[in-house]
């Protein structure tokens, strides 16, 4: 993640199963509820929530971004470790330049490269597409947008760790690859 707010605001300063023995090459979207259907493998519901959640800490992140009196509460419910070190530094370097981040993240083709589900922490990796065309760079005092180098890479793969906690998955790294998608 770190790299994630870096690669958008460079220029303003951060720092920086289907089947019984397969695993899916995608994970399965889940049910309207949120929740993984009840047939499903325990291993293909796993990654599934980890797909999910993946995608609900990125909605927290651009919360946390966007509002420069947020606090770091909602984040530590999904994020720790690595994750959460880099995302608060980030933030903060952000804010106290006086700049936020607005819009929306889309995190595309999620995919499911390793999960251990039997760990004590049942764990899975993800490689996804970030898409973050439409993740503005602003000043906080007037909303207007800052410039930023044209060559950044604005759709680019990220591997990301999560683990399930008792509160539910979290996650623990997430890598910006610096490759295109």
Same mark, same amino acid.
């Given at each position: 993640?770190?790299? =994630?707010?870096? %690669?958008? /605001?460079? *220029? $303003? ?5 289907t ?7 995608? &994970?399965?979207p ?12 325990? =291993?293909?519901? %796993?990654? /599934?929530? *980890? $797909? ?13 971004? &966007? ?64 898409d ?6 602003v000043?906080a005092?007037t909303k ?10 604005t ?27």
């Amino acid at each position: 993640m770190v790299l =994630t707010a870096c %690669a958008l /605001t460079s *220029a $303003v300063g951060c720092s920086s199963d289907t089947g019984v023995d397969e695993k899916p090459e995608k &994970a399965t979207p889940s049910t309207a509820a949120g929740k993984p259907s009840p047939s499903a493998d325990p =291993t293909q519901a %796993a990654e /599934t929530a *980890a $797909v999910d959640a993946y995608a609900g800490y990125w909605r927290t992140l651009e919360t946390l971004y &966007a509002d420069s009196s947020s606090n770091t509460d909602q984040l530590k419910k999904v994020a720790s470790g690595l994750a959460l070190v880099n995302v608060e530094r980030d933030v903060k370097q952000l804010h106290d330049k006086g700049n936020l981040i607005t819009g929306n993240v889309s995190v595309v083709d999620s995919t499911v490269t390793a999960s251990d589900i039997d760990r004590k922490a049942p764990k899975v990796v993800l490689t996804s597409c970030l898409d973050i065309t439409k993740w503005t760079v602003v000043k906080a005092s007037t909303k207007k947008p800052l410039p930023l180098p044209s060559t950044r890479l604005t759709k680019y793969l990220v591997t990301s760790t999560l683990e399930r906690w008792p509160q539910g998955w979290v996650v623990i790294e997430d890598k910006p690859q610096g490759k295109a998608c």
